[in-house]
């Protein structure tokens, strides 16, 4: 259960490497130990999360997940759940891809549209199914505000976050009534291994912001926010902007 101030005892992380993700659970860490629960691909860096997150106090856990594995979903899912509640679950994983080669190379396109839509899709349902059964919890999706109105320069993209987005806001409709929550959280450009070596882009962020915006979100029990804050208004404008205009917008 969250405790008084509106924090997690189990954080559980898919795509447990991700920059934001750790800075979730370091922000948390910060406060109270935790559990938290990393579920990701067996790699060194999940080592080196692991140890990172232990040595700020956290009792860490790692569980494969492979976002293609679709089969293997159910039971990563009911092992991370297998020792006790968890009380909030984020949802990180995902891959930017190169966006020129995702229009014009159909594997390239299957990998962002498995990674980035179906596999969150999937397990969306499955987290679903278990903090309905545990009435209580909070889903915190990853989305991205590439998804809020989908553009020329990395459509491909865009257009899977914009899936994600849409299926974890039903997702938060569906669950209310039994209790659990769902955080759809929109950044713009965050520095982290995901955008290493390209050019930072206006209102650009960092994941240790985005981790502040979205546990004070968590606890207010808020149904989605942007990173920074700004960009709701940004894409407010950039979604009244028409179709010829905005088809041309060099970005
Ligand atoms: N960075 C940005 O500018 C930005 C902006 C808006 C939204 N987002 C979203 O925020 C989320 C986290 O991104 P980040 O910035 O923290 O990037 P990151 O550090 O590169 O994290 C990406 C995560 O996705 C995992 N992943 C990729 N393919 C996978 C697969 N097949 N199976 C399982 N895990 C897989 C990676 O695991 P490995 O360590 O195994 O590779 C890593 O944990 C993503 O969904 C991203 O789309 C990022």
């Known amino acids: 259960m969250m405790d008084a101030l509106g924090a997690p005892q189990t954080l559980l992380l898919l795509g447990g490497t991700s920059d934001i993700a750790v800075a979730i659970a370091r922000r948390y860490a910060a406060n109270r130990p935790l559990k938290v629960i990393l579920?990701?691909?067996?790699?060194?860096?999940?080592?080196?999360?692991?140890?990172?997150?232990?040595?700020v106090g956290c009792v860490v856990s790692e569980v494969d997940f492979d976002a293609h594995d679709t089969t293997g979903h159910e039971a990563t899912i009911e092992s991370c759940f297998a020792d006790g509640d968890v009380d909030v679950a984020v949802v990180a994983f995902?891959?930017?891809?190169?966006?020129?080669?995702?229009?014009?190379?159909?594997?390239?396109?299957?990998?962002?549209?498995?990674?980035?839509?179906?596999?969150?899709?999937h397990v969306g349902v499955l987290l679903a199914a278990r903090m309905k059964?545990?009435?209580?919890?909070?889903?915190?999706?990853?989305?991205?505000?590439?998804?809020?109105?989908?553009?020329?320069?990395?459509?491909?993209?865009?257009?899977?976050?914009?899936?994600?987005?849409?299926?974890?806001t039903g997702l938060g409709y569906a669950l209310r009534e039994h209790g659990v929550h769902v955080l759809v959280v929109r950044p713009g450009f965050v520095k982290s291994k995901m955008t290493e070596?390209?050019?930072?882009a206006p209102l650009s962020t960092t994941p240790d912001d985005v981790a502040e915006l979205t546990v004070k979100a968590v606890k207010a029990k808020k149904t989605a926010i942007w990173a920074p804050p700004p960009f709701r208004l940004v894409m407010l404008v950039l979604k009244a902007l028409p179709t010829p205009i905005f088809r041309l917008l060099p970005f």
């Open 197 to 200: 070596g390209l050019g930072a």
């Open 39 to 55: 579920a990701a691909r067996d790699t060194p860096r999940r080592t080196k999360v692991a140890a990172e997150l232990s040595d």
């Open 94 to 121: 995902g891959v930017l891809g190169d966006p020129e080669q995702a229009w014009t190379n159909a594997d390239a396109a299957l990998e962002l549209a498995t990674v980035n839509y179906s596999a969150p899709v």
């Open 133 to 168: 059964a545990q009435k209580h919890g909070t889903i915190v999706a990853l989305s991205s505000v590439a998804g809020e109105r989908v553009r020329r320069s990395n459509f491909v993209y865009g257009s899977t976050k914009a899936g994600m987005d849409g299926f974890y």
